[in-house]
């Protein structure tokens, strides 16, 4: 991927984080004051996100995310995992 769009950088990240289940991989898409709200739960910061990603994968040990369905605009790009 030389020219990143939306896209590519959502599926990246779905793929170096979720489906490699690497938690450290979120340094190469998240800033260092990354906030996320997560069923009623806000995450602060790259590090607290890790460490709540590291407690969702092991959850979730044998899912695999893909990319089902997706929407673009000029600015805005989502995917959402196929389920597991």
């Known amino acids: 991927m030389s020219t ?3 896209v590519d ?3 990246a990240f779905w793929d170096q ?3 490699a289940h ?3 991989a979120v340094d190469r898409f998240v ?3 990354f906030v996320i709200v997560t069923g009623g739960e806000t995450i602060s910061g790259c590090e607290n996100f890790k460490k709540w990603i ?3 994968l ?3 040990n044998a899912c695999i995310w893909r990319s089902s369905s997706r929407f673009r605009t000029p ?3 989502a995917s959402r995992p196929a389920g597991c």
């Open 31 to 33: 800033v260092d004051d």
């Open 17 to 19: 984080v979720w489906n």
């Open 54 to 56: 590291e407690g969702f």
């Open 75 to 77: 600015t805005v790009a």
């Open 9 to 11: 950088i959502v599926n």
């Open 4 to 6: 990143l769009d939306s």
């Open 22 to 24: 690497d938690p450290a």
């Open 58 to 60: 092991a959850e979730i």
